[in-house]
Nanobody
Framework: QVQVVESGGGLVQAGGSLRLSCAASGRTFSSYDMGWFRQAPGKEREFVAAISWSGRTTYYADSVKVRFTLSRSNAKNTVYLQMNSLKSEDTAVYYC????????????????????????WGQGTQVTVSS
């Protein structure tokens, strides 16, 4: 089992940057795909980015492509979401989630955008971007 804890959220001006971290417990972290989702007030939770267990492949929502970069350190059991050129519409609670390895015939780029694929979720960290 994996427990995940997000950190790094806060208040930032539009155009600024933040780096979110997701620390995970458990020796199986290195085999888990990891994802970030966010939920803005009054909206449904949405996919932001995901990274394969090896770190070789990343996926991004169109709204954050180029501006956000996802990386991981399996040695540190941590995933990092670097967010640049932040906009007011990026304001949300950001959640980190872990997906254990499982066989799938669908493309990972599709699979990793689904909340239902992730078994372990953090409590979330608030990101507020002021305009």
């Amino acid at each position: 089992q994996v427990q995940v804890v997000e950190s790094g959220g806060g208040l930032v001006q539009a155009g600024g940057s933040l780096r979110l971290s997701c620390a995970a417990s458990g020796r199986t972290f290195s085999s888990y795909d990891m994802g970030w989702f966010r939920q803005a007030p009054g909206k449904e939770r949405e996919f932001v980015a995901a990274i394969s267990w090896s770190g070789r492949t990343t996926y991004y929502a169109d709204s954050v492509k180029v501006r956000f970069t996802l990386s991981r350190s399996n040695a540190k059991n941590t995933v990092y979401l670097q967010m640049n050129s932040l906009k007011s519409e990026d304001t949300a609670v950001y959640y980190c989630a872990g997906r254990p390895p499982r066989t799938t015939v669908q493309a990972m780029g599709i699979i990793l955008q689904r909340e239902s694929e992730y078994d372990y979720w953090g409590q979330g960290t608030q990101v507020t971007v002021s305009s």
